[in-house]
């Protein structure tokens, strides 16, 4: 097996939520990175969208990366028929190892957690830290109560308007795919 060239981490949901579009969604993300030839990087649960995406890019051939903390073995079930399993000491641990093993963060419908990990590496990205690109993909209008509140922030004048250019907002996984190839393709010509 060849190894992948670009790892793509997922944040998402450890449950499927009350939308069957956003289970429907994990599953195509897992599709679409296995069909790319990409690297799976996620939180290695076995529960929710997060096992949707696992499972899906499992089928379509794809690497899986798995990062869990001890606490959360029994509560998401840590999946370990991944490709490769890694346990941390706690969340911190956790997000620093799935942002340090990919190429770009995409983060599907989710609760408090997945939040914590999208306002994580989109505060490295304002304090220049990285550039990697960081995705909402907001299904069903999803995030849309977050964009409001981001453009908010940078209203009252808490963030420079510039923040609102650190992430792209798109609306399903196909769209996802294509935002995905153009960036990852633009940023291995300018390694190259």
Known sequence: MTAPRFSI??????????????????????????????????????????????????????????VIPTNLMGVERGKRDVTQFVITEDMHERKKVMFMNSDAIVVLPGGAGSLDEFFEVLTWAQ?????????????????????????????????DRSMLRLFGLVSDVSELQAALRATLSARHASNE
């Open 127 to 159: 304090i220049g830290l990285h550039k990697k690109p960081i995705f909402l993909v907001s299904i069903d209008g999803y995030w849309q109560p977050l964009m409001t509140l981001l453009t908010h922030i940078v209203d009252q004048g808490f963030a």
């Open 9 to 66: 981490c997922v944040f998402c949901g450890a449950r499927t939520g009350t939308n069957p579009a956003h289970a429907d969604a994990g599953r195509a993300t897992g599709e679409m990175i296995g069909a790319n030839g990409w690297r799976l990087v996620y939180g290695a649960g076995d529960v929710g969208i997060m096992g949707e995406v696992a499972r899906a890019a499992q089928r379509a051939g794809a690497a899986t990366m798995g």
